[in-house]
């Protein structure tokens, strides 16, 4: 196994999906994280695909909508057209195996859309929503400016690629409205795979209250596990070996989903 990422490309229904692999399980029989970058940028989210390898789970993060190159996106910058093309190449890629799905931000909305189209097929599955986005409060733009200044005290700017956040640039903002627009704690009802929600404990966009709202509204879900973590919006980055150890409890609730 190797912590190093190595770069893939997968036809999923016509579209080449771009992927990041860390520590390959040649025999395909340890679970495999799922990771749906927040706003579709994968450079943040690295340091936990390492940190996830090290403790011997294979991690693939995907380039959805497809921001990370200059090859066209395989997807609309949409929250759900994202999660469905994740759940697609889950299909394609992860067939035999148990599968974490780990959204972040923005991500953890399509996470929950992935995981929702996933579920009827697939009985080795959980999912992870960190830092999950938006509680209603913040689904206004005044609501979402209070925030802000708040949510990324323990971040900084360096977190952030600069040629992928300019690549993205327009499509950043239809995540971010898709993202506003939807109802989380409606569609998680209908979730019937084990759930962890957790945050950053300096978290603005996901304060405890949301994350309470969501993991009991998941009243179909097996098992359910709410945590706060270190760090605030982008602890995947920050606080990447918290999340891991997160993340492999996650990994065990997909083994034993099955």
């Known amino acids: 196994m190797t912590s190093e990422a190595a770069e893939h490309l997968t036809s999923v229904r016509g579209r080449v999906v771009r992927w990041l692999s860390t520590g390959e399980d040649p025999t395909g029989a340890k679970p495999l994280?799922?990771?749906?970058?927040?706003l579709?940028?994968?450079?943040?989210?690295?340091?936990?695909?390492?940190?996830?390898?090290?403790?011997?789970?294979?991690?693939?993060?995907?380039?959805?909508?497809?921001?990370?190159?200059?090859?066209?996106?395989?997807?609309?910058?949409?929250?759900?057209a994202i999660g469905l093309t994740a759940a697609r190449w889950v299909e394609s890629e992860a067939?035999?195996?148990?599968?974490?799905?780990?959204?972040?931000?923005?991500g953890a909305q399509a996470a929950l859309t992935a995981a929702l189209a996933l579920g009827p097929?697939?009985?080795?599955?959980?999912?992870?929503?960190?830092?999950?986005?938006?509680?209603?409060?913040?689904?206004?733009?005044?609501g979402l400016a209070s925030a802000t200044p708040l949510a990324y005290r323990s971040d900084r700017p360096t977190e952030i690629d600069p040629a992928e956040a300019w690549r993205g640039r327009t499509g950043m903002v239809g995540?971010?409205?898709?993202?506003?627009?939807?109802?989380?704690?409606?569609?998680?009802?209908?979730?019937?795979?084990?759930?962890?929600?957790?945050?950053g404990a300096h978290?603005?966009?996901?304060?405890?209250?949301?994350l309470d709202r969501l993991a009991t509204s998941a009243r179909n879900a097996p098992n359910v596990r709410t945590t706060r973590l270190?760090?605030?919006h982008n602890n995947l980055y920050t606080h990447a070996e918290e999340v891991a150890d997160l993340v492999a409890l996650a990994a065990q609730d997909a083994v034993r989903a099955g």
Do not use: K, N
Not at 47 to 75: E, H, I, K, M, N
Not at 178 to 198: F, K, Q, W
Not at 203 to 210: E, H, I, K, S, V
């Open 175 to 199: 995540i971010l409205g898709s993202g506003l627009r939807d109802g989380p704690e409606e569609r998680i009802v209908h979730l019937r795979a084990p759930l962890t929600v957790t945050s």
């Open 33 to 38: 994280v799922v990771v749906l970058p927040g």
């Open 230 to 232: 270190g760090g605030s």
């Open 95 to 106: 067939a035999d195996r148990p599968v974490v799905v780990l959204g972040h931000s923005t």
């Open 40 to 80: 579709g940028l994968t450079f943040y989210t690295r340091r936990t695909a390492a940190a996830l390898a090290a403790r011997g789970l294979p991690c693939a993060v995907l380039d959805l909508p497809g921001f990370g190159s200059r090859r066209p996106w395989p997807t609309r910058p949409d929250i759900h």
């Open 203 to 210: 978290d603005a966009y996901a304060p405890f209250d949301w």
């Open 121 to 142: 097929r697939r009985l080795r599955l959980s999912l992870v929503m960190a830092g999950p986005t938006f509680c209603p409060e913040q689904r206004r733009l005044t």
